[in-house]
């Protein structure tokens, strides 16, 4: 055990990133990145959209090759799983026995599927978060006709547009009066099902499961509580995760609903930092504690905790960002709209392109796009400026979003400068 060596409990996006980001900044200690999957660190999106259709291999998933950590010393150690945290002796322990030493710990530790209990121990019932998940329903697939979609989430209508393309027969089941509803304006919701029900899936709402049904202990179908039968030989549940916060839970860390950490993403050890899915922390974009679950957040998160470690701690401030692909349609989001009470739309949804600006007591929360990536682009911006944008000229189509940004961009006063390294930051990555 050296003196500096930091030890990332979890290989995948942000646990990826800490690591890159600590020798890019010259970090010079050990760093060890410890993952209990057997694969090299790879993107999840893909898993529900490309993978499934054939168009990306499992080849093309790894974040980087096998050489990029030999590069950058970077230890990794795949298929070890965490079992414990001893805060006093800083140290992990791995299922293997084996105990590494830290001076400072990243929990990068992400989520696992909230799982259909009615499910439990049936053939057929599958779930979506791992590459080894996808390869096996990747599989069934190739026998499957008719299927059942618990969830009208992103994952439940990714995994539906991929189906349907595929020439099977979907249903989809959703608790909610509409899709998507924790996420998206009901603008939004509508248009999507609209596209769903034109691609032919079935989208039945306020619908709960009352139990899945099983033939000799394989998947027939699924019951609803209003006592409806829907016949299946494949069932995907997307019903939402549970953050991966035991570890930290039992080595006494706050949890709520994720590993509660403050601006700079430390808990309240200051040894121990947490970030991606797992980590709950303060938004300037949101009320409370929030807990995000998108590439974009697993890599700033990891990036600002990497700078921190190498003695240039900022604030967590990134603009929030997000993206689906269900069929033809993009849908783009920025900023956090569940606590809007104003919406506007930009755009025709009759052309497939357009977006929905969000309000909360009057100030712009953020834009959903619908194939209009400019829209969204101008949307990174303007939160992360801190600008805004009055609904009357969102909603004209004919006003000019880059003069606008230009002009208020450009006015010192209302760019506070803690925001310009922020602004410059999100400019690069667009
Ligand atoms: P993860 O990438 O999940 O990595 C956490 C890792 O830690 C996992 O490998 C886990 O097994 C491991 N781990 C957990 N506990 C331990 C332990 N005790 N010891 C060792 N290892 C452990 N986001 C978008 O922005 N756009 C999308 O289109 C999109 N599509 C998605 C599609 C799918 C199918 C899924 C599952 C997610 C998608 N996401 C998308 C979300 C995005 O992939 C996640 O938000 C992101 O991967 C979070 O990164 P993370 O590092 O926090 O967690």
Redesign the pocket.
């Given at each position: 055990m050296t003196d500096a060596s930091v030890v990332i409990?979890?290989?995948?996006?942000?646990?990826f990133q800490v690591a890159t980001s600590l020798r890019d900044n010259g970090f010079d200690g050990r760093i060890f990145l410890?993952?209990?999957?057997p694969a090299l660190p790879y993107?999840?999106?893909p898993?529900?959209?490309g993978f499934l259709l054939g168009h990306k291999k499992k080849v093309d998933l790894p974040l980087r090759p096998q050489m990029h950590y030999e590069s950058r010393r970077i230890e990794l150690l795949l298929g070890?799983?965490?079992?414990a945290i001893d805060r006093h002796t800083r140290s992990v322990t791995l299922r293997s026995g084996a105990k590494i030493g830290y001076s400072h710990l990243v929990l990068?530790?992400?989520?696992r599927n909230r799982l259909l209990e009615a499910a439990c121990g049936i053939d057929g019932v599958a779930y979506?978060?791992?590459l080894q998940e996808?390869e096996s329903l990747r599989q069934r697939l190739d026998s499957a006709q008719q299927t059942v979609i618990v969830g009208a989430g992103?994952?439940g209508l990714?995994l539906a547009a991929v189906l349907r393309k595929l020439g099977k027969s979907v249903r989809v089941l959703e608790t909610m009066p509409r899709l998507m509803g924790r996420a998206v304006s009901s603008s939004v919701s509508d248009f999507f099902a609209a596209a769903h029900r034109d691609w032919g899936s079935e989208l039945a709402f306020e619908t709960a499961v009352a139990g899945i049904e099983a033939n000799a202990g394989a998947v027939r179908g699924v019951r609803s509580c209003d006592g409806r039968f829907y016949p299946a030989d494949l069932v995907l549940v997307g019903i939402g995760v549970v953050a991966?916060a035991e570890?930290a839970a039992q080595a006494g860390l706050p949890v709520q609903n994720g590993i509660v950490v403050d601006e700079y993403l430390r808990t309240p050890d200051a040894s121990i930092s947490a970030?991606?899915?797992?980590a709950a922390f303060p938004s300037r974009y949101g009320a409370g504690l929030v807990r995000l679950?998108?590439?974009?957040?697993?890599v700033d998160q990891a990036r600002c905790v990497a700078a921190r470690l190498v003695g240039r701690a900022t604030a967590y401030a990134d603009v929030p960002w997000?993206?689906?692909?269900q069929g033809d349609l993009k849908l783009q989001m920025v900023g956090l709209t569940s606590g809007a009470d104003q919406t506007v739309i930009r755009g025709d949804p009759r052309e497939r392109k357009f977006s929905v600006f969000c309000y909360q007591n009057g100030k712009i929360a953020g834009i959903e796009s619908v194939n209009k990536p400019g829209d969204h682009m101008f949307g990174r911006k303007l939160l992360a400026s801190g600008a805004d944008i009055a609904p009357s000229e969102a909603s004209d189509s004919a006003f000019d979003l880059k003069a606008h940004l230009l002009r208020h961009s450009a006015s010192p006063e209302k760019v506070p400068a803690a925001q310009v390294a922020q602004i410059a930051m999100t400019q690069r990555a667009g």
């Open positions: 409990l979890g290989a995948g996006q942000g646990g410890i993952g209990n999957e993107e999840r999106p898993l529900t959209k070890e799983e965490a079992v990068a530790t992400g989520a979506i978060r791992t996808a992103f994952i990714e991966n570890l970030i991606g899915d797992c679950e998108s590439v974009q957040n697993a997000f993206w689906s692909d």
